[in-house]
């Protein structure tokens, strides 16, 4: 071999070895591209500014705030008519209660000189039952 020879495989052997090297990562993910590449395709990356981030949060913050109102515009029509109806059932007690006092009144308000004296012993022993419960 004349020193020819021995230079072209020199080079050869080179060009094997940058290959080699080139093929191989130091990373434990070899198929991570690095954006610090030199004639890299993908624009290098970068970490988000204050701004970014900032707006990012808004939208985030206004999501939020969103699906609260949301749940809180169900929960209000779920408990609306929970407490009309609650409202309404009070009233109807109340009505009730002012007509048996309006006929508890009326029992003690009745004439009892049709009566014969049982049923006056039984109507004196019902007002007094009253005029107790109702404090007259």
Not at 108 to 114: K, L
Request: hydrophobic share 30%.
């Amino acid at each position: 071999m004349n020193i020819n020879e021995w230079e072209h495989q020199l080079q050869l052997l080179q060009k094997e070895q940058r290959l080699l090297l080139v093929g191989h990562s130091s990373s434990p993910n070899p198929e991570t591209p690095s954006s610090y590449e030199f004639n890299s395709t993908s624009p290098m990356e970068r970490p988000m500014g204050q701004k970014a981030t900032k707006r990012k949060a808004k939208v985030n913050a206004n999501a939020t705030e969103t699906s609260s109102k949301v749940v809180h515009d169900t929960m209000y029509k779920r408990v609306a008519p929970m407490e009309k109806l609650a409202h309404l059932k009070e009233e109807e007690n109340i009505l009730k209660m002012e007509e048996i006092e309006f006929k508890a009144f009326q029992v003690i308000m009745s004439d009892t000189s049709t009566m014969n004296e049982s049923q006056r012993q039984v109507h004196e022993k019902y007002c007094n039952k009253l005029k107790e419960k109702y404090g007259l």
